[in-house]
């Protein structure tokens, strides 16, 4: 007699299937009558999270319904939540790294500004936790039948801390200049890119939420967790990051005064003199900048 699916197996496809449908909405919104030439960084880092996403959770809506009794699914179960899991908060971290450029230094080019380039640096240690985390990966059929997966305490415990540690230090760099009186965010013509730092920090603190709660979670199963909720929860965590994501990037509803504001920044750096510091190519100045990354739906 063939077995009827669990409860939270149940739960986990529909969770799935909601997600995948979310996905393609956010993904057409965000690419709708924009040509691939007008897909700057930023928003391709964005692009990028969707696509990932979603196919992070069409195959775990697979997997959730193959994976009992069938070591072959649930090893590939784990390899997923490493692989695409992985690159989603990969992605993550770097959309993050690129606002704290926009609000802090966006009239240096990247690689000639150190707090960009410190930044990048600290993702590196990323792919020594991901190799961690395969040697050390857990994918078991218990008697049962039912798939176990997770990671040892090693990968779980480096995985967590440097979530946390990363999360914090990124959020950490949009509170001081909305904190400092004498940043680049102060003025009557940046109130675009003070609630560009606002809605980001808010985005970073989610994911530091989500992050942390989702692998405490897995500490608390001391590595071995139902594939089921352990697909869940990722899915859970990829899609409310990119939702984050694409609130953060959807241009908040401002008054007349701030669009003068804004035109008028503009053309005073349009009359910049030729000795000042020159604008990175790809950005232009400010204003353009933030509307880079402001999308209008």
């Not at 001081?176 to 940046?190: E, I, N, Y």
């Amino acid at each position: 007699m063939a077995q009827q699916p669990s409860i939270s197996a149940i739960i986990s496809l529909l969770v799935s299937l909601l997600s995948i449908s979310l996905m393609s909405v956010l993904f057409g919104r965000k690419t709708s009558g924009t040509s691939m030439a007008n897909i700057n960084y930023a928003r391709g880092l964005v692009i990028a999270l969707y696509v990932v996403s979603w196919a992070f959770t069409t195959i775990a809506a697979v997997l959730t319904s193959t994976n009992q009794g069938n070591i072959m699914s649930c090893t590939l179960s784990i390899f997923v939540c490493l692989s695409l899991y992985a690159a989603s908060k990969i992605i993550i971290y770097l959309f993050l790294i690129e606002k704290v450029y926009v609000v802090s230094s966006v009239t240096t080019t990247r690689k000639n500004t150190f707090l960009y380039r410190l930044n990048i640096l600290l993702l590196t240690p990323y792919t020594v936790i991901l190799v961690l985390m395969i040697l050390n990966r857990v994918a078991v059929i218990n008697e049962r039948d039912e798939c176990y997966i997770g990671l040892k305490p090693l990968a779980s415990i480096t995985l967590i801390l440097y979530d946390i540690f990363i999360s914090s230090w990124l959020t950490i760099l949009f509170i001081r200049p909305l904190m400092s009186t004498t940043s680049m965010l102060q003025g009557p013509s940046k109130g675009k890119l003070r609630e560009v730092a606002r809605r980001t920090l808010i985005g970073s603190v989610i994911a530091l939420i989500l992050s942390s709660a989702n692998v405490f979670t897995l500490v608390y199963y001391r590595g071995f967790e139902d594939s089921v909720v352990c697909l869940l929860s990722c899915t859970l965590d990829v899609t409310l990051n990119a939702v984050t994501v694409h609130w953060v990037t959807s241009r908040a509803r401002g008054g007349p005064m701030t669009e003068k504001a804004s035109r008028g920044f503009t053309n005073q750096q349009h009359n910049t003199t030729s000795n000042e510091k020159q604008v990175a190519p790809t950005d232009t100045h400010i204003s353009v900048t933030v509307e880079s990354y402001s999308e209008n739906y």
